[in-house]
């Protein structure tokens, strides 16, 4: 058993979901047990300094990505730290808050992954990639509803974000363990997003459950709701899970099954034992609604988080 805080990545573009993927996993992991970091708050302009300087939030100057690194270091040794605190109600910095680490500390935001020093201190890796499209519509409610932005501020705002994305942002997938995407069937392009399907990269820079077995199962083939594959990756070899919104509780069960033969600890989070919690999404007349393909990646991840405190690091 690990003796020090176990710490899971979660990176991906605004908007990316990460948020939403974070909660079901603290969940699962249990919200006393979870210390979540947000690396916003390392922004080293606030929102007008930053309209002023014409750099956006993504550009690794715009972010003491320094101080992020030695906090990662800190946190990843038990030890605690002051860490500064952006708010995006206000678009400026308020005080800084001392954060000792739970047992598990999940960290998510834009660069986590974007300098050496900070990848290295990840147990699990994981970044999110929505197609650009879904990841607009997700900015565009988000930032209107939460953080006072009209939707033509977000559009703008978007684009001109663009080659910071672009340069950035998005090559850092190929650091990630997981790469994750949610995506809407493509015959159903407005579909709402409790219809979304979901492609699991699963890189052999962790050893992953043993999916093979539903293959085995025979309804792993190209017409079921659950696939099993072989890919590249940024050029590298992968296996690809994919799982569809319309997947059948009986196919659920057979993953589920598939994680709680390795770690029974997840056995109480499963739809299998019962738990209709994981997988909460807001529909579009802010109605909740359950969606096994991101019930499954929690738990997925989840079960590389346990794994992780098996691993003795020091
Ligand atoms: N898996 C999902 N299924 C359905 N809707 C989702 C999913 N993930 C995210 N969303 C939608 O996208 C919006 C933005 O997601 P979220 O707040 O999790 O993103 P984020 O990456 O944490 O954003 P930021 O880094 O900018 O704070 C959510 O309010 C939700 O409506
Ligand atoms: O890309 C983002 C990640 O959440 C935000 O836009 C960035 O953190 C700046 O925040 P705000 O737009 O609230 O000033």
Redo the contacts with the bound molecule.
């Keep these: 058993m690990s003796n020090r805080p176990i710490i899971l990545g979660i990176v991906g573009?605004?908007?990316a979901g990460k948020t939403t993927l974070t909660r079901g996993i603290a969940q699962v992991l249990g919200d006393e047990n979870v210390t979540v970091i947000?690396t916003?708050d390392y922004?080293r302009y606030?929102?007008t300094q930053?309209a002023e300087l014409g750099i956006t939030?993504?550009h690794p100057d715009c972010n003491y990505l320094d101080i992020m690194q030695q906090h990662l270091s800190l946190l990843r040794t038990g030890q605690p730290i002051l860490k500064p605190v952006?708010s995006?109600k206000t678009?400026t910095f308020e005080p800084p808050q001392y954060i000792k680490p739970s047992k598990f500390v999940i960290v998510e935001?834009?660069l986590g992954y974007f300098t050496r020093g900070c990848r290295d201190s990840f147990d699990v890796k994981v970044y999110l990639a929505p197609p650009e499209s879904l990841r607009a519509k997700w900015k565009i409610k988000r930032?209107t509803m939460k953080?006072s932005?009209s939707p033509e501020q977000v559009l703008a705002?978007l684009e001109k974000?663009e080659p910071d994305s672009e340069s950035f942002i998005r090559p850092q997938r190929k650091w990630a363990d997981v790469v994750v995407s949610f995506y809407p069937p493509s015959d159903e392009i407005e579909e709402d997003n409790s219809h979304l399907n979901v492609r699991l990269v699963l890189r052999p820079t962790i050893p992953h459950p043993d999916f093979i077995k539903i293959l085995e199962l025979s309804d792993g083939g190209t017409e079921s709701a659950v696939r099993l594959g072989l890919d590249r990756d940024m050029g590298k070899p992968v296996d690809v899970l994919e799982i569809d919104s319309h997947a059948t509780a009986e196919q659920v069960s057979k993953l589920e099954k598939v994680l709680c033969q390795e770690m029974p600890d997840l056995f109480p989070h499963c739809s299998l034992g019962g738990n209709l919690e994981l997988g909460k999404i807001t529909g579009t007349t802010d109605e909740i609604l359950q969606s096994y393909p991101l019930a499954l990646t929690q738990l997925l991840i989840s079960f590389h988080t346990l794994k992780a405190t098996h691993v003795h690091h020091f």
Aim: some cysteine.
């Design positions: 573009d605004s908007a947000c916003d922004h606030d929102r930053r939030a993504l952006y995006h678009g935001g834009l930032d953080r932005y705002e974000r």
